[in-house]
């Protein structure tokens, strides 16, 4: 596989109760070059259960898809196999990191980093059935006495994974604390001309901190993920970093009109009273920082009609 297979380097991360095709929709629009969908179960997908399949739908026109499954063995991935295949996914990911302790205690998730023989498992698995890349996201290790990212992703390799994603903490961090971004060297290093897709994921807010993981750390490219939340201008920016060396951030207006865009496509996907719950985390996220935006942060979390949301966000001031 190579970076053109995803359409270039900068990819929405799976992000659970994110990434759905409406989200996915506008990142693509605003630059990103592929996305991944959020975590689906692989026992989900092989009881075809309903919840499973609306995570899997697709935005009219997304040619580039990674979906990503969890599960804590090769037995729920080789039964999922047929109705995962006929999504016909750019790239099947296997999700290593996922902290929750619901997830954990099956042993799917991060509690797959203490089980580097299982990942092998599985992605040989996959590849029994299909020659679609497989691609690896974990962590470091589970805890910090337990770093183990470079053996695990040698099993990963040995099966035959052609993309690996490292999101540069462990488990016991969970979402905090910075991301050790030495490891991302040591796995280019580890990996050098392995042919070997490799991804970072960790505190990439900024273009510049996504460049510098691919210019300083050697990476091929980089997954964005709480940078992209109400912020998908950073795929735009990074691009126009790389190109002209500056990017500007968006005005208040694009903001909104942006969030307001993406609200018609959640209302277009799955109706207004569903679309106006959903989006507030959005909402929220969109309009973070801007001075004055209180008053509709307030509204935005009573809204239940396009036409309310509209009116809390009118209260930001331009
Ligand atoms: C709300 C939320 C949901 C997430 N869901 C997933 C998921 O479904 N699968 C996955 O591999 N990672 C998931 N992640 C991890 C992100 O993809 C990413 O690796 C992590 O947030 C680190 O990147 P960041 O520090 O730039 O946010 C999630 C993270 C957050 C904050």
């Known amino acids: 596989m190579t970076i053109e297979n995803l359409g270039g380097r900068f990819i929405l991360a799976p992000l659970a109760g994110y990434t759905d095709k409406a989200f996915r929709e506008i990142a693509r629009e605003e630059g990103?070059?592929?996305?991944?969908?959020?975590?689906?179960s692989a026992e989900g997908l092989a009881r075809d259960g309903e919840k499973t399949k609306a995570l899997l739908e697709r935005f009219p026109g997304e040619d580039r898809l990674i979906i990503q499954i969890f599960g804590p063995s090769d037995d729920p991935v080789e039964r999922c196999m047929e109705n995962l295949l006929a999504y016909n996914p750019t790239v099947i990911d296997i999700n290593c990191g996922c902290p929750v302790p619901k997830v954990v205690k099956t042993g799917a998730g991060s509690a797959l980093m203490q089980n580097p023989e299982m990942i092998g498992r599985i992605v040989r698995t996959i590849k029994k059935h299909t020659d679609i890349p497989v691609s690896v996201k974990f962590r470091l290790g589970w805890d910090s006495t337990s770093i183990n990212f470079l053996e695990f992703a040698d099993k990963a390799a040995e099966a035959g994974a052609e993309?690996?994603?490292?999101?540069?903490?462990t488990r016991a961090q969970g979402y905090s604390g910075v991301a050790d971004k030495n490891a991302f060297r040591l796995l280019s290093e580890h990996f050098k001309d392995s042919g070997i897709l490799l991804f970072g994921s960790g505190d990439v807010f900024t273009p510049e901190d996504a460049v510098s993981l691919?210019?300083?750390?050697?990476?091929?490219?980089?997954?964005f993920a709480r940078g992209a939340i109400g912020n998908p201008f950073i795929f735009r920016e990074t691009k126009d970093f790389i190109e002209t060396?500056?990017?500007?951030?968006?005005?208040?207006?694009?903001?909104?009109?942006?969030?307001?865009?993406?609200?018609?496509l959640m209302i277009d996907y799955y109706g207004e009273n569903v679309a106006c719950r959903e989006m507030r985390k959005h909402l929220m996220a969109y309009i973070k920082g801007i001075s004055g935006s209180s008053k509709a942060k307030a509204a935005i979390g009573e809204a239940l009609t396009e036409k309310e949301v509209k009116e809390a966000l009118s209260l930001i001031r331009i």
């Open 32 to 40: 990103a070059d592929a996305a991944v969908t959020e975590m689906v």
């Open 163 to 169: 993309m690996l994603t490292l999101h540069a903490r």
């Open 214 to 223: 691919i210019n300083d750390y050697g990476l091929d490219g980089v997954m």
């Open 245 to 264: 060396g500056s990017y500007h951030l968006p005005d208040t207006i694009t903001r909104i009109e942006t969030a307001m865009k993406h609200l018609r």
